[in-house]
């Protein structure tokens, strides 16, 4: 029997080799996938979130997280599909237009692929009408918005303008961030959220969804 | 001797203010990356430096903070970077005409090691060829600056220290409670051990949180490293008017941190983001005021 407890801990730990070696070995037993996940995999994620926030943990061991996560979920996510499963959201993620920076962004990014999303990302230095193209394309439920600089905080209104004369507005939670952005300043051009960090941005996007889907 | 003695032994050196802020003052628009400004723009990077050596800098910085070849082939400038990054140093050197060192940026690629994105290999390269254009334009000395991740600034400050330069090495601590780590982590003392092993000539900590945070990081990496340290604070945080970003501290609230930094073993004071001309002239008063 594959020893469930240490696909928990390899998540935790950001050991992907171990994660995937022990995902495919319950597979081959006939666990389900989606309890692998919930009862696993999800709680595990939970853990480097709540150790990020107490400082026990840095973007480093955030990213090896992810990466076990990810590497585990490719191998279920075929199968999920197959049984009509679907993601826990489809999220449209960039750094706005006139911004080149993207650390902050891949890490949400990968963060939000861990948390069982499906992420979309359209890089950096994108316009408006590329996110709006992304949303109707993919049925996006979120857009997450990403800044590094004060100069370019403005084009985070301009997004959610464009978005509102697109008359798309009302189809998408906007979530915002980036080492400038502040929740008053999300409040201001009228997203629906802020996420300070990349884990809280992964908890805002579960509450966009829940809220939708209750 | 300590390399950088001969330019700390009367006291602390006031350094410059804000680059990138002064240059959209000037028409850099979002989007453009400053340091192409070296080819296209070289009289107002003339006038950003020159405004800094009047207001009494006496080490000036270079316009060359993103001009590895890693990011400048995110701008489609890659077969620019050697122009770039000698422009950049004889723009400050003209500026300066003696009255103030040079000493030359160098910024972080952007890319991250440990998620693949960039190979250790192509770090060294690029800052390689950029630590040797702006050694042979003629910079005074070399600053890795605003390094969050330990491994990259190792490799920073290797390829640095192979031009045969003084190298200072300063990190952005804007993470955590306290603002005391890295975005990877990484404290001061962890920085200033590695850095001191690397045989830099100077630590330091720049951007990330206003001044009144860099008295503790300052003391933490001076007891550290026994090395002297640069300090380059941001002028309070950005608050939001208007549509546009402002910064809350004052040129007086600023410079009323330079004793106590002073105290707490800093050899090199200046500003970074939000601050201007006027925090340097701020940083001379308080200085003569000791």
């Not at chain 1, 081959?28 to 990020?52: N, Q, S």
């Not at chain 2, 340091?35 to 207001?55: C, G, I, K, M």
């Not at chain 2, 200046?270 to 201007?276: A, I, L, S």
Request: charge should be negative; glycine fraction near 10%; aromatic fraction near 6%.
């Amino acid at each position: 029997m594959a020893d469930l407890q240490k696909l928990y801990d390899a998540v935790l730990n950001g050991d992907q080799k171990s994660a995937v070696s022990i995902t495919k070995e319950a597979l081959d037993e006939g666990c389900d996938p989606m309890e692998l996940i919930t009862k696993y995999m999800v709680p595990a994620m939970d853990e480097v979130g709540r150790r990020f926030e107490c400082e026990e943990y840095f973007v480093p061991e955030l990213l090896l997280s992810a990466r076990a996560m990810k590497g585990a979920l490719e191998l279920l996510r075929p199968l999920l599909a197959a049984s009509g499963a679907q993601p826990a959201g489809r999220v449209v993620i960039g750094t706005v237009k006139g911004d080149l920076h993207d650390i902050g962004k891949n890490l949400v990014a990968s963060m939000l692929e861990g948390g069982g999303f499906e992420v979309i990302d359209l890089g950096a230095d994108v316009a408006p009408e590329r996110f709006i193209e992304a949303v109707q394309e993919k049925k996006a439920d979120i857009v997450a918005l990403s800044a590094l600089l004060t100069v370019t905080m403005p084009a985070m209104r301009r997004t959610i303008e464009a978005f509102e004369k697109a008359g798309i507005r009302d189809r998408v939670k906007v979530m915002v961030g980036g080492a400038p952005v502040t929740p008053q300043f999300a409040r201001e051009i009228g997203a629906d959220g802020y996420g300070e960090n990349a884990t809280a941005a992964v908890a805002l996007a579960r509450q966009f969804v829940q809220a939708a889907h209750p | 001797m300590p390399r950088l003695d001969a330019w700390t032994s009367r006291g602390v050196v006031i350094t410059d203010g804000a680059w990138g802020t002064r240059l959209q003052a000037l028409g850099l628009e979002p989007g453009t990356l400053p340091d192409s400004w070296n080819l296209t723009h070289p009289e107002l990077v003339l006038q950003v430096a020159r405004e800094y050596v009047e207001a009494g800098s006496e080490v000036i910085l270079t316009n060359t903070f993103r001009a590895n070849a890693i990011t400048l082939a995110g701008a489609g400038l890659a077969d620019r970077a050697w122009d770039i990054n000698r422009a950049g140093v004889e723009i400050s050197r003209r500026a300066a005409q003696g009255r103030a060192l040079v000493f030359a940026s160098i910024g972080p690629t952007g890319k991250m090691l440990m998620t693949g994105e960039a190979a250790p290999e192509e770090l060294e390269r690029a800052f390689a060829g950029q630590a040797e254009a702006l050694a042979l334009a003629g910079a005074d000395a070399l600053l890795v600056e605003t390094m969050s991740d330990l491994e990259e600034a190792r490799i920073a400050a290797r390829a640095a220290l192979a031009t045969g330069l003084p190298v200072i090495v300063s990190f952005a601590f804007d993470t955590g409670r306290n603002r005391d780590r890295t975005m990877m982590g990484v404290t001061p003392e962890m920085a200033a051990a590695e850095m001191r092993a690397a045989g830099v000539d100077a630590v330091g900590a720049n951007c990330g949180a206003g001044i009144e945070r860099f008295v503790p990081l300052c003391a933490r990496l001076k007891a550290s490293s026994g090395l002297p340290v640069w300090i380059k604070a941001n002028a309070g945080l950005p608050e939001w008017k208007d549509g546009r970003a402002v910064y809350s501290g004052t040129p007086e609230q600023f410079a009323a941190h330079l004793a106590p930094l002073a105290e707490a073993g800093a050899a090199f004071i200046g500003g970074c983001c939000g601050t201007t001309p006027d925090f340097v002239r701020a940083l001379v008063a308080a200085r003569e005021a000791m």
